[in-house]
């Protein structure tokens, strides 16, 4: 661990942590706090930021990062669809762009943040109708699914792979893969590592989790499968990529889901850094450890990419032969 990793825990532990240690969320404070400790890191030097907010933009609501120059032509360049944490109910677009800029740019890829309805105002599945509308709308605009790959952090990455399901369900075609950071699957808070890891997850205590769920969910059944994906049934999605940290109280979270993709014959690499917090990407670029695992990522972004556009090529080749 770096000191930089052993610094964020002593951070979060004593700045955070109490906070999911009191019987009950406050909404407003927790938006509050989030916005007065977001910390925006410049727009990276060939990149450029456009946000839209405005009602006429919707369902894409948020904000894209793209290179200045445009990138490649014919909309195949990599397009990354990021789906913020924040257990639903706080949290922005805008305080995760030291992890959507770091994405972004390894990858060499637009990045679209979603700026989804939030909770309680907008509960289930409020979210997931942004994320399905937004992923849908790239495809109007001529985005190839291929070149999209779908990510997000805790409940984003909850989303991320609930948006799968239905995209799925649905009959779309899917995106190229799925990275998920340290994603929230079990509403149901059924996760044997939300007691195991209680007193060593530097950032949650198990019990907050069930009180987040029910903020999100209302009267809505906790083990949904678009809720809590980790209920899903999921043949046929795309690759999935999982970074979750040893310590976490949602570490379970990210390796039932694992588990149940490869059961289901999903190519899924799940990997488990020791003694990292919640998200730990967020932490990019002051730790070693956050830019690593960025690094990671956006190799896979760039290979299931990749690997989509060849089989789409193929598959075209196959087509045409065949009719001549």
Known sequence: MSWQSALACWYLRRQFKPET???????????????????????????????????????????????????????AEPLVLYCHGGGYYFCSPRTHRSL???????????????????APEHRFPAALDDATAA??????MGVAPGSI???GDSAGGGLALATLVALRDAGEPLPAG?????????????GASLRTNDSVDPMFCGAS???????????????????SPVYADLRGLPPLFILAGSTEVLLDDSRRVADNARAAGVDCECEVWKKLPHVWPMFAPFMPEANRALDRAAAF???????????????????VTSSV
């Open 209 to 227: 989790i069930e009180r987040a769920a029910k903020v999100y969910l209302g009267d809505a059944a906790a083990t949904h499968p678009y809720a």
């Open 21 to 75: 240690l009191k019987p009950s969320i406050n909404v407003e404070r927790a938006r509050a706090l989030s916005a007065k400790r977001v910390w925006s890191p410049r727009v990276p030097h060939g990149w450029h930021l456009r946000e839209t907010y405005g009602a006429a933009d919707a369902p894409l609501l948020g904000e894209w990062l793209e290179r200045v120059d445009g990138g490649s032509a014919g909309g």
């Open 149 to 151: 790959v779908i990510a």
């Open 178 to 190: 799925a990275v998920l950071f340290s994603p929230w699957t079990d509403l149901a808070t059924t």
């Open 100 to 118: 959507t800029f770091g994405l972004a740019t390894r990858a060499d890829a637009r990045l679209f943040s979603l700026d989804y309805r939030l």
């Open 135 to 140: 992923y849908r709308q790239l495809l109007a």
């Open 301 to 319: 972004v760039r290979r299931a990419t990749s690997r989509a556009s060849a089989a789409a090529s193929a598959a075209q080749a196959s087509s």
